[in-house]
């Protein structure tokens, strides 16, 4: 079956280092391919999306890019801040003969220190 | 204001008392999904609803039961919890259409079965 596999956390960050949460996927369609972000204390929410391959999101600084061939998604920010401090999910959507199913990651918590 | 809205937010019970979580959007979503998050396991999908009086189970869906007899309302009951059902629970709901599935997420039911 589906399924998705991204790196276990805590990752810990000073401000303004470099990012890369590494997430991979099995599927038996063509999946469309998310990051969720869930701040303390609340739901999920979405930070981007791509729907095919070679395909970009992007958000708040953060990217990812479907690459079909090594079947990832990993997710990348530039410079972290301390506001990211979050635990941030790979989740794929498959549709299948009567609807969809969504399948998430475990989630990586990610630490930014001041 | 959009959202997904779910109640309660916090609920203690004891083993075999019956319990109904509700789940409302005003979205006019025709998707809506149960999942439970546990640590470690991130997310995993316990039933969806592709419309009215269509559902479907999901990873999980032993030990819960859900109906979908209007739009914006997908409550999710568990007939006789055990301890083993002790999480956090969330309530989504998206557009049903190709690479429409991002999923808004209400704000969580934290469940404990004594």
């Known amino acids: 079956g589906d399924s998705v596999t991204q790196m276990e956390g805590p990752v810990t960050l000073s401000e303004e280092a470099f990012l890369t949460i590494n997430c991979t996927y099995t599927?038996?369609?063509?999946?469309?391919l998310f990051w969720y972000v869930q701040y303390p204390g609340e739901g999920l929410q979405l930070l981007l999306k791509a729907t095919k391959a070679d395909d970009k999101g992007s958000n708040k600084g953060f990217e990812a890019t479907y690459r079909k061939e090594t079947t990832s998604f990993h997710l990348e920010k530039g410079s972290v801040q301390v506001s990211d401090s979050a635990v941030y999910f790979c989740a794929l959507s498959d549709r299948g003969t009567g609807g969809f199913k969504t399948i998430f990651g475990a989630g990586t918590r990610l630490f930014v220190k001041a | 204001e959009a959202q997904v809205t779910q109640n309660p937010r916090y609920l203690i019970t004891v083993t075999g008392k019956k319990l109904t979580v509700t789940c409302s959007q005003n979205?006019?979503?025709?998707?809506m999904s149960w999942y439970r998050q546990d640590p470690g396991l991130g997310l995993r999908q316990i039933y969806y609803?592709?419309?009215?009086?269509?559902?479907d189970k999901g990873d999980v869906p032993e030990g819960y039961k859900v109906s979908r007899k209007e739009k914006r309302n997908f409550p999710l009951i568990l007939e006789s919890p055990s301890p083993n059902q002790t999480s956090l629970y969330f309530c989504?709901?998206?557009?049903?259409?190709?690479?429409?599935?991002?999923?808004?997420f209400g704000p969580g039911t934290r469940l404990l079965v004594l």
């Open positions: 609803s592709m419309n009215v009086e269509v559902t």
């Open positions: 599927a038996t369609g063509y999946p469309s």
């Open positions: 989504a709901s998206s557009y049903y259409g190709t690479h429409q599935e991002t999923q808004y």
């Open positions: 979205m006019n979503h025709e998707y």
